[in-house]
Protein backbone atom coordinates (compact mmCIF):
# COMPACT_ATOMS: atom_id res chain seq x y z
CA UNK A 1 0.00 0.00 0.00
CA UNK A 2 1.22 3.46 -0.98
CA UNK A 3 1.72 5.67 2.71
CA UNK A 4 0.68 8.97 1.00
CA UNK A 5 -1.55 11.36 2.00
CA UNK A 6 -3.10 11.62 -1.72
CA UNK A 7 -4.25 8.07 -1.50
CA UNK A 8 -6.40 9.22 1.22
CA UNK A 9 -7.47 12.41 -0.40
CA UNK A 10 -8.68 12.01 -4.27
CA UNK A 11 -10.53 14.16 -6.14
CA UNK A 12 -13.61 12.57 -7.57
CA UNK A 13 -17.50 12.73 -7.80
CA UNK A 14 -20.32 11.65 -5.37
CA UNK A 15 -22.20 9.96 -4.82
CA UNK A 16 -19.84 7.01 -3.30
CA UNK A 17 -16.39 6.50 -3.43
CA UNK A 18 -16.49 2.54 -3.76
CA UNK A 19 -19.67 2.11 -5.79
CA UNK A 20 -18.86 5.16 -7.94
CA UNK A 21 -15.48 5.87 -7.82
CA UNK A 22 -13.64 2.66 -7.75
CA UNK A 23 -16.14 1.25 -10.32
CA UNK A 24 -15.24 4.38 -12.87
CA UNK A 25 -11.47 3.79 -12.05
CA UNK A 26 -11.26 -0.40 -12.86
CA UNK A 27 -13.80 -0.13 -15.70
CA UNK A 28 -11.12 2.39 -17.17
CA UNK A 29 -8.28 0.71 -16.18
CA UNK A 30 -10.16 -2.67 -17.75
CA UNK A 31 -10.18 -1.13 -20.79
CA UNK A 32 -6.71 0.44 -20.74
CA UNK A 33 -5.67 -3.67 -19.92
CA UNK A 34 -7.50 -4.42 -23.45
CA UNK A 35 -5.21 -2.25 -25.18
CA UNK A 36 -2.10 -3.23 -23.67
CA UNK A 37 -2.99 -6.61 -24.44
CA UNK A 38 -3.98 -5.22 -28.30
CA UNK A 39 -7.86 -6.62 -27.89
CA UNK A 40 -9.66 -3.43 -28.99
CA UNK A 41 -9.80 -4.36 -32.24
CA UNK A 42 -10.96 -7.89 -31.50
CA UNK A 43 -13.94 -6.70 -29.11
CA UNK A 44 -17.54 -7.63 -30.38
CA UNK A 45 -19.71 -7.53 -27.50
CA UNK A 46 -18.55 -6.57 -23.36
CA UNK A 47 -20.61 -8.23 -20.47
CA UNK A 48 -20.00 -6.43 -16.99
CA UNK A 49 -21.34 -8.48 -13.48
CA UNK A 50 -21.48 -5.66 -10.84
CA UNK A 51 -21.68 -8.10 -7.21
CA UNK A 52 -22.80 -8.21 -3.91
CA UNK A 53 -22.97 -4.75 -2.64
CA UNK A 54 -22.73 -3.21 -6.12
CA UNK A 55 -25.22 -4.99 -7.18
CA UNK A 56 -27.53 -4.49 -4.00
CA UNK A 57 -27.02 -0.48 -4.21
CA UNK A 58 -24.97 0.41 -7.17
CA UNK A 59 -28.29 1.61 -8.77
CA UNK A 60 -28.70 4.27 -5.86
CA UNK A 61 -24.73 5.02 -6.01
CA UNK A 62 -24.79 5.02 -9.60
CA UNK A 63 -22.24 2.55 -10.36
CA UNK A 64 -23.94 1.62 -13.84
CA UNK A 65 -23.17 5.11 -15.13
CA UNK A 66 -19.65 4.91 -13.35
CA UNK A 67 -18.61 1.73 -15.42
CA UNK A 68 -20.11 3.00 -18.06
CA UNK A 69 -18.18 6.09 -18.26
CA UNK A 70 -15.10 4.42 -17.31
CA UNK A 71 -15.06 2.08 -20.23
CA UNK A 72 -15.22 5.48 -22.07
CA UNK A 73 -11.87 6.46 -21.06
CA UNK A 74 -13.07 8.93 -18.51
CA UNK A 75 -12.21 9.11 -14.83
CA UNK A 76 -12.98 10.39 -12.06
CA UNK A 77 -11.17 13.51 -11.74
CA UNK A 78 -11.79 14.71 -15.06
CA UNK A 79 -15.01 13.93 -15.67
CA UNK A 80 -17.35 16.90 -16.55
CA UNK A 81 -19.86 16.11 -13.99
CA UNK A 82 -23.11 17.90 -16.20
CA UNK A 83 -22.60 15.62 -18.86
CA UNK A 84 -22.47 12.38 -17.43
CA UNK A 85 -26.30 11.74 -17.45
CA UNK A 86 -26.60 12.81 -20.87
CA UNK A 87 -23.86 10.50 -22.22
CA UNK A 88 -25.59 7.34 -20.41
CA UNK A 89 -28.73 8.14 -21.71
CA UNK A 90 -27.26 8.19 -25.30
CA UNK A 91 -25.55 4.67 -24.78
CA UNK A 92 -28.87 3.43 -23.42
CA UNK A 93 -30.62 4.35 -26.16
CA UNK A 94 -28.33 4.22 -28.93
CA UNK A 95 -27.51 0.56 -27.86
CA UNK A 96 -23.95 1.66 -28.41
CA UNK A 97 -21.21 2.62 -26.69
CA UNK A 98 -17.91 4.23 -27.23
CA UNK A 99 -14.70 2.41 -26.22
CA UNK A 100 -11.29 4.39 -26.09
CA UNK A 101 -9.82 5.26 -29.52
CA UNK A 102 -12.65 5.57 -30.93
CA UNK A 103 -13.42 1.81 -31.14
CA UNK A 104 -17.21 1.73 -30.81
CA UNK A 105 -19.52 -1.37 -30.12
CA UNK A 106 -22.62 -2.57 -29.74
CA UNK A 107 -24.07 -2.34 -25.73
CA UNK A 108 -27.29 -3.66 -24.92
CA UNK A 109 -27.53 -2.16 -21.41
CA UNK A 110 -30.04 -4.11 -20.22
CA UNK A 111 -28.62 -7.38 -21.20
CA UNK A 112 -24.75 -6.36 -21.25
CA UNK A 113 -24.70 -5.59 -17.32
CA UNK A 114 -25.84 -7.77 -14.95
CA UNK A 115 -26.56 -6.96 -11.47
CA UNK A 116 -26.38 -10.12 -9.22
CA UNK A 117 -27.06 -10.55 -5.69
CA UNK A 118 -23.79 -12.97 -4.84
CA UNK A 119 -20.61 -12.06 -2.89
CA UNK A 120 -17.62 -13.14 -4.53
CA UNK A 121 -15.06 -14.45 -1.23
CA UNK A 122 -12.33 -11.55 -1.45
CA UNK A 123 -14.76 -8.28 -1.36
CA UNK A 124 -18.16 -7.46 -0.84
CA UNK A 125 -17.91 -5.13 -3.94
CA UNK A 126 -16.61 -6.68 -7.32
CA UNK A 127 -17.14 -6.00 -10.66
CA UNK A 128 -16.08 -9.15 -13.08
CA UNK A 129 -15.91 -8.33 -17.26
CA UNK A 130 -16.07 -10.76 -19.66
CA UNK A 131 -15.08 -9.67 -23.33
CA UNK A 132 -16.18 -11.66 -26.78
CA UNK A 133 -15.12 -11.23 -30.43
CA UNK A 134 -17.71 -11.31 -33.45
CA UNK A 135 -18.34 -15.29 -33.32
CA UNK A 136 -18.89 -14.87 -29.63
CA UNK A 137 -16.13 -16.74 -28.02
CA UNK A 138 -15.13 -14.99 -25.10
CA UNK A 139 -11.65 -13.74 -25.50
CA UNK A 140 -10.76 -12.03 -21.84
CA UNK A 141 -12.71 -12.42 -18.70
CA UNK A 142 -11.23 -10.13 -15.49
CA UNK A 143 -12.37 -9.39 -11.74
CA UNK A 144 -11.70 -6.80 -9.74
CA UNK A 145 -12.82 -5.49 -6.43
CA UNK A 146 -13.40 -1.83 -5.09
CA UNK A 147 -12.22 -1.82 -1.49
CA UNK A 148 -13.23 1.61 -0.52
CA UNK A 149 -12.15 5.28 -0.93
CA UNK A 150 -11.39 4.96 -4.42
CA UNK A 151 -8.75 1.90 -4.12
CA UNK A 152 -9.06 -0.71 -6.16
CA UNK A 153 -7.95 -4.57 -6.72
CA UNK A 154 -7.66 -7.06 -10.00
CA UNK A 155 -7.70 -10.41 -9.04
CA UNK A 156 -3.67 -10.29 -9.42
CA UNK A 157 -3.59 -8.14 -6.37
CA UNK A 158 -5.60 -9.28 -4.16
CA UNK A 159 -3.25 -11.79 -2.71
CA UNK A 160 -0.01 -10.27 -2.99
CA UNK A 161 0.37 -9.55 1.07
CA UNK A 162 1.31 -5.57 0.71
CA UNK A 163 2.41 -3.66 -2.40
CA UNK A 164 4.99 -2.12 -0.78
CA UNK A 165 6.64 1.45 -1.93
CA UNK A 166 9.49 1.17 -4.42
CA UNK A 167 10.56 4.57 -2.62
CA UNK A 168 12.15 4.92 1.20
CA UNK A 169 10.75 7.38 3.81
CA UNK A 170 11.92 9.35 6.34
CA UNK A 171 10.02 7.96 8.60
CA UNK A 172 8.39 4.34 8.56
CA UNK A 173 5.96 3.63 10.64
CA UNK A 174 3.26 0.83 10.86
CA UNK A 175 1.00 2.10 13.50
CA UNK A 176 -0.51 4.83 15.57
CA UNK A 177 2.24 3.87 18.29
CA UNK A 178 5.21 3.86 16.49
CA UNK A 179 3.86 7.27 14.64
CA UNK A 180 3.45 8.79 17.94
CA UNK A 181 7.33 7.50 19.25
CA UNK A 182 8.32 8.78 15.74
CA UNK A 183 7.06 12.62 16.44
CA UNK A 184 8.62 12.05 19.89
CA UNK A 185 11.75 11.13 19.15
CA UNK A 186 12.15 14.05 16.63
CA UNK A 187 10.24 16.59 17.90
CA UNK A 188 8.05 16.61 14.81
CA UNK A 189 3.99 17.15 15.13
CA UNK A 190 2.59 14.67 12.63
CA UNK A 191 1.91 16.95 10.34
CA UNK A 192 5.46 17.70 10.02
CA UNK A 193 6.43 14.27 10.25
CA UNK A 194 3.88 13.38 6.88
CA UNK A 195 5.22 16.39 4.84
CA UNK A 196 9.12 14.74 5.26
CA UNK A 197 7.61 11.38 3.99
CA UNK A 198 5.86 13.38 1.25
CA UNK A 199 8.70 14.55 0.24
CA UNK A 200 10.07 11.16 -0.77
CA UNK A 201 7.18 11.00 -3.27
CA UNK A 202 7.67 15.03 -4.96
CA UNK A 203 8.92 18.45 -4.11
CA UNK A 204 7.66 20.28 -1.00
CA UNK A 205 5.96 22.51 -4.10
CA UNK A 206 4.14 20.03 -5.48
CA UNK A 207 2.67 18.53 -2.17
CA UNK A 208 1.60 22.38 -1.22
CA UNK A 209 0.21 22.85 -4.87
CA UNK A 210 -1.40 19.46 -4.57
CA UNK A 211 -2.87 20.38 -0.66
CA UNK A 212 -4.09 23.65 -2.18
CA UNK A 213 -5.93 22.30 -5.12
CA UNK A 214 -7.59 19.46 -2.65
CA UNK A 215 -9.12 22.82 -0.42
CA UNK A 216 -9.83 24.65 -3.52
CA UNK A 217 -11.96 21.53 -4.46
CA UNK A 218 -13.60 21.24 -0.93
CA UNK A 219 -13.92 24.76 -0.52
CA UNK A 220 -15.77 24.87 -3.74
CA UNK A 221 -17.32 21.92 -2.89
CA UNK A 222 -19.04 24.27 0.17
CA UNK A 223 -19.80 26.93 -1.74
CA UNK A 224 -21.87 25.06 -4.69
CA UNK A 225 -23.98 23.21 -1.99
CA UNK A 226 -24.66 26.09 -0.10
CA UNK A 227 -25.85 27.66 -3.97
CA UNK A 228 -28.69 25.09 -4.75
CA UNK A 229 -32.02 23.80 -3.92
CA UNK A 230 -34.47 21.40 -5.43
CA UNK A 231 -34.56 17.36 -5.10
CA UNK A 232 -31.86 15.16 -4.86
CA UNK A 233 -31.70 12.33 -7.71
CA UNK A 234 -33.42 9.10 -6.70
CA UNK A 235 -37.34 7.96 -5.71
CA UNK A 236 -36.60 9.67 -2.31
CA UNK A 237 -37.28 12.63 -3.33
CA UNK A 238 -34.86 14.01 -0.38
CA UNK A 239 -35.05 18.04 -0.34
CA UNK A 240 -31.64 19.54 -0.51
CA UNK A 241 -31.54 21.77 2.94
CA UNK A 242 -28.16 23.72 2.53
CA UNK A 243 -28.72 27.09 0.87
CA UNK A 244 -32.01 27.31 3.04
CA UNK A 245 -29.99 26.87 6.14
CA UNK A 246 -27.09 29.44 4.88
CA UNK A 247 -29.71 32.11 3.93
CA UNK A 248 -30.91 31.58 7.40
CA UNK A 249 -27.32 31.82 8.98
CA UNK A 250 -26.48 34.77 6.59
CA UNK A 251 -29.14 36.57 7.42
CA UNK A 252 -28.33 36.89 11.14
CA UNK A 253 -26.02 39.93 11.54
CA UNK A 254 -23.58 38.44 14.10
CA UNK A 255 -23.63 35.67 16.66
CA UNK A 256 -26.42 35.76 19.10
CA UNK A 257 -25.10 35.87 22.45
CA UNK A 258 -28.16 34.24 23.51
CA UNK A 259 -27.26 30.78 21.56
CA UNK A 260 -23.82 30.39 22.19
CA UNK A 261 -23.79 27.19 20.36
CA UNK A 262 -24.74 28.70 16.64
CA UNK A 263 -21.48 27.54 15.64
CA UNK A 264 -23.03 23.89 15.36
CA UNK A 265 -25.63 24.85 12.92
CA UNK A 266 -22.46 26.35 10.48
CA UNK A 267 -20.60 23.39 11.12
CA UNK A 268 -23.87 21.24 9.84
CA UNK A 269 -24.47 23.59 7.21
CA UNK A 270 -20.80 23.05 6.17
CA UNK A 271 -21.53 19.38 5.93
CA UNK A 272 -24.64 19.13 4.84
CA UNK A 273 -23.39 21.30 1.68
CA UNK A 274 -20.58 19.15 0.51
CA UNK A 275 -22.92 15.63 1.29
CA UNK A 276 -25.70 17.00 -0.90
CA UNK A 277 -23.54 18.03 -3.56
CA UNK A 278 -22.11 14.41 -3.37
CA UNK A 279 -25.41 13.15 -3.64
CA UNK A 280 -26.15 14.96 -6.81
CA UNK A 281 -23.15 13.75 -8.59
CA UNK A 282 -20.69 16.50 -7.70
CA UNK A 283 -17.21 16.99 -7.91
CA UNK A 284 -16.17 16.08 -3.99
CA UNK A 285 -12.87 14.77 -2.26
CA UNK A 286 -12.92 11.16 -1.18
CA UNK A 287 -11.98 12.19 2.45
CA UNK A 288 -11.53 9.06 3.14
CA UNK A 289 -14.74 7.99 0.96
CA UNK A 290 -17.09 10.46 -0.87
CA UNK A 291 -20.27 8.96 1.59
CA UNK A 292 -17.76 10.79 4.59
CA UNK A 293 -16.37 13.08 2.36
CA UNK A 294 -18.48 16.44 4.32
CA UNK A 295 -16.29 15.78 7.86
CA UNK A 296 -13.00 17.13 6.79
CA UNK A 297 -14.43 20.13 4.52
CA UNK A 298 -16.91 21.08 7.70
CA UNK A 299 -14.06 20.99 10.31
CA UNK A 300 -11.59 22.65 8.28
CA UNK A 301 -13.97 25.63 7.31
CA UNK A 302 -14.65 25.69 11.24
CA UNK A 303 -11.26 26.20 11.99
CA UNK A 304 -10.72 28.77 9.12
CA UNK A 305 -13.89 30.84 10.17
CA UNK A 306 -14.13 30.15 14.26
CA UNK A 307 -10.44 29.83 15.18
CA UNK A 308 -8.80 31.56 12.59
CA UNK A 309 -7.46 34.78 14.03
CA UNK A 310 -7.00 36.33 10.69
CA UNK A 311 -10.74 36.47 10.51
CA UNK A 312 -10.45 38.27 6.67
CA UNK A 313 -8.27 35.48 4.90
CA UNK A 314 -7.96 31.86 5.48
CA UNK A 315 -4.10 30.10 6.57
CA UNK A 316 -2.94 28.49 3.76
CA UNK A 317 -0.55 26.68 6.47
CA UNK A 318 -2.88 25.62 8.73
CA UNK A 319 -5.33 24.03 5.84
CA UNK A 320 -1.82 21.88 4.92
CA UNK A 321 -1.23 21.10 8.14
CA UNK A 322 -5.27 19.86 8.91
CA UNK A 323 -4.53 17.80 5.95
CA UNK A 324 -1.27 16.35 6.16
CA UNK A 325 -2.11 15.38 9.82
CA UNK A 326 -5.63 13.85 8.65
CA UNK A 327 -4.28 11.89 5.85
CA UNK A 328 -2.03 10.14 8.25
CA UNK A 329 -4.68 9.00 10.58
CA UNK A 330 -6.98 8.10 8.16
CA UNK A 331 -3.58 6.02 6.62
CA UNK A 332 -3.52 4.67 9.77
CA UNK A 333 -7.02 3.10 9.22
CA UNK A 334 -6.44 2.10 5.23
CA UNK A 335 -3.24 -0.12 6.48
CA UNK A 336 -4.74 -1.82 10.03
CA UNK A 337 -8.71 -2.16 9.09
CA UNK A 338 -10.70 -0.44 6.40
CA UNK A 339 -12.11 2.52 5.00
CA UNK A 340 -14.59 0.91 3.20
CA UNK A 341 -18.58 1.04 4.47
CA UNK A 342 -19.02 -1.81 2.50
CA UNK A 343 -16.59 -3.60 4.84
CA UNK A 344 -17.25 -2.56 8.09
CA UNK A 345 -19.85 -0.33 8.08
CA UNK A 346 -20.46 3.02 8.57
CA UNK A 347 -17.80 3.46 11.23
CA UNK A 348 -15.33 2.82 8.52
CA UNK A 349 -16.35 5.51 6.60
CA UNK A 350 -17.77 8.26 8.79
CA UNK A 351 -16.12 7.21 12.06
CA UNK A 352 -12.69 7.21 10.58
CA UNK A 353 -13.38 10.72 8.83
CA UNK A 354 -14.57 11.90 12.81
CA UNK A 355 -11.29 10.45 13.68
CA UNK A 356 -9.21 12.02 11.00
CA UNK A 357 -10.77 15.61 11.49
CA UNK A 358 -10.25 15.01 15.12
CA UNK A 359 -7.16 14.18 15.05
CA UNK A 360 -6.14 17.19 12.84
CA UNK A 361 -8.21 19.90 14.91
CA UNK A 362 -6.36 19.14 17.89
CA UNK A 363 -3.41 19.28 16.35
CA UNK A 364 -4.12 22.67 14.46
CA UNK A 365 -5.42 23.77 18.31
CA UNK A 366 -1.72 23.69 19.69
CA UNK A 367 -2.46 19.78 21.22
CA UNK A 368 1.00 17.80 21.71
CA UNK A 369 1.06 14.35 19.75
CA UNK A 370 -0.54 12.64 22.98
CA UNK A 371 -3.88 15.19 22.41
CA UNK A 372 -3.95 14.52 18.57
CA UNK A 373 -4.07 10.31 19.45
CA UNK A 374 -6.53 10.90 21.82
CA UNK A 375 -8.30 12.92 19.78
CA UNK A 376 -8.24 10.80 17.04
CA UNK A 377 -8.81 8.12 19.30
CA UNK A 378 -12.32 9.47 20.93
CA UNK A 379 -13.44 10.41 17.58
CA UNK A 380 -13.30 6.61 16.53
CA UNK A 381 -14.19 5.68 19.94
CA UNK A 382 -18.08 6.73 19.77
CA UNK A 383 -18.57 5.74 16.21
CA UNK A 384 -17.94 1.86 16.62
CA UNK A 385 -20.53 -0.53 15.14
CA UNK A 386 -22.16 2.35 12.88
CA UNK A 387 -24.06 0.33 10.36
CA UNK A 388 -23.80 1.31 7.01
CA UNK A 389 -27.61 1.51 5.88
CA UNK A 390 -28.06 3.81 3.09
CA UNK A 391 -31.79 3.84 2.41
CA UNK A 392 -33.25 3.01 -0.96
CA UNK A 393 -28.66 3.02 -1.98
CA UNK A 394 -28.89 6.49 -2.24
CA UNK A 395 -26.11 8.06 -0.36
CA UNK A 396 -28.47 10.03 1.00
CA UNK A 397 -30.34 9.06 4.40
CA UNK A 398 -28.52 8.56 6.60
CA UNK A 399 -25.49 9.67 5.09
CA UNK A 400 -25.67 13.45 4.71
CA UNK A 401 -27.07 13.74 8.27
CA UNK A 402 -24.73 11.65 9.68
CA UNK A 403 -21.88 13.64 8.15
CA UNK A 404 -23.04 16.78 10.18
CA UNK A 405 -23.41 14.52 13.33
CA UNK A 406 -20.16 13.74 12.86
CA UNK A 407 -17.99 16.53 12.14
CA UNK A 408 -19.82 17.97 15.68
CA UNK A 409 -18.13 14.81 17.12
CA UNK A 410 -14.98 15.55 15.41
CA UNK A 411 -14.81 19.22 17.26
CA UNK A 412 -15.88 17.71 20.35
CA UNK A 413 -13.50 14.57 20.45
CA UNK A 414 -10.77 17.51 19.69
CA UNK A 415 -11.76 19.93 22.73
CA UNK A 416 -11.95 16.94 24.67
CA UNK A 417 -8.43 16.07 24.06
CA UNK A 418 -6.66 19.27 24.37
CA UNK A 419 -8.81 19.95 27.49
CA UNK A 420 -6.51 16.95 28.92
CA UNK A 421 -3.04 16.02 29.28
CA UNK A 422 -2.95 13.62 26.50
CA UNK A 423 -2.71 10.52 28.83
CA UNK A 424 -5.83 8.35 28.49
CA UNK A 425 -6.96 4.52 28.54
CA UNK A 426 -7.68 3.28 24.89
CA UNK A 427 -5.24 3.85 22.51
CA UNK A 428 -6.04 4.56 19.17
CA UNK A 429 -4.60 1.36 17.66
CA UNK A 430 -7.34 -0.45 20.35
CA UNK A 431 -10.03 1.50 18.54
CA UNK A 432 -8.11 0.60 15.08
CA UNK A 433 -8.27 -2.84 15.71
CA UNK A 434 -11.61 -3.08 17.54
CA UNK A 435 -13.39 -1.29 14.61
CA UNK A 436 -12.40 -3.81 11.94
CA UNK A 437 -13.21 -6.64 14.28
CA UNK A 438 -16.30 -5.09 14.86
CA UNK A 439 -16.67 -4.59 11.31
CA UNK A 440 -15.94 -7.91 10.15
CA UNK A 441 -18.43 -9.09 12.67
CA UNK A 442 -21.11 -7.27 11.02
CA UNK A 443 -23.65 -9.15 9.22
CA UNK A 444 -23.53 -8.62 5.24
CA UNK A 445 -26.89 -6.96 5.51
CA UNK A 446 -25.84 -3.69 7.54
CA UNK A 447 -22.96 -3.36 5.26
CA UNK A 448 -23.44 -0.98 2.02
CA UNK A 449 -26.15 -3.55 0.85
CA UNK A 450 -29.69 -1.85 2.18
CA UNK A 451 -31.09 -5.19 3.32
CA UNK A 452 -30.82 -4.71 7.02
CA UNK A 453 -30.49 -1.16 9.54
CA UNK A 454 -32.53 2.17 8.41
CA UNK A 455 -32.56 0.85 5.46
CA UNK A 456 -35.08 -1.80 5.90
CA UNK A 457 -36.62 0.24 9.21
CA UNK A 458 -37.38 3.63 7.22
CA UNK A 459 -40.05 3.47 5.03
CA UNK A 460 -39.78 5.41 2.05
CA UNK A 461 -42.64 7.84 1.14
S1 LIG B 1 -24.40 4.86 5.70
FE1 LIG B 1 -22.29 5.61 6.04
S2 LIG B 1 -20.94 4.09 5.05
FE2 LIG B 1 -23.04 3.75 4.28
S3 LIG B 1 -23.15 4.90 2.36
FE3 LIG B 1 -23.91 6.25 4.00
S4 LIG B 1 -22.10 7.39 4.71
FE4 LIG B 1 -21.32 5.65 3.51
Redesign the pocket.
Known amino acids: MKSSIFDIFKIGIGP?SSHTVGPMIISNNFINLLKEKDLLKKINRIEIILYGSLAATGLGHASDKAVLLGLSGKSPQNIDTNSMDIEVENIKKNKRINLIDDIQIDFDYDKDLVLKMEFLPYHSNAIKFFVYDDENNEIFNKTFYSIGGGFVLSEDEINVDVIEDDFKVPYEFKNAKELIDLCKKHSLKVSELIMENEKTYRSEKEIKDKLKEIWLVMENCVTEGCKHEGLMPGRLKVPRRAKKLYDKLSNKANFSMVDPLEVMDWIDLYALAVNEENACGGRVVTAP?N??AGIIPAVLHYMNRFLNKNLSAYNMDDINSFLLTAGAIGMLYQKNASIS?ADV??Q???GVACSMAAGALAELMGGCVDQVENAAEIGMEHNLG?T???IGGY?QI??IE?NAMASMKAVNAARMAINGDGKHHVSLDSVIKTMFETGKDMMNKYK?TSLGGLAVNAVEC
Open positions: STGAGGCGEVLCDPVPCRE
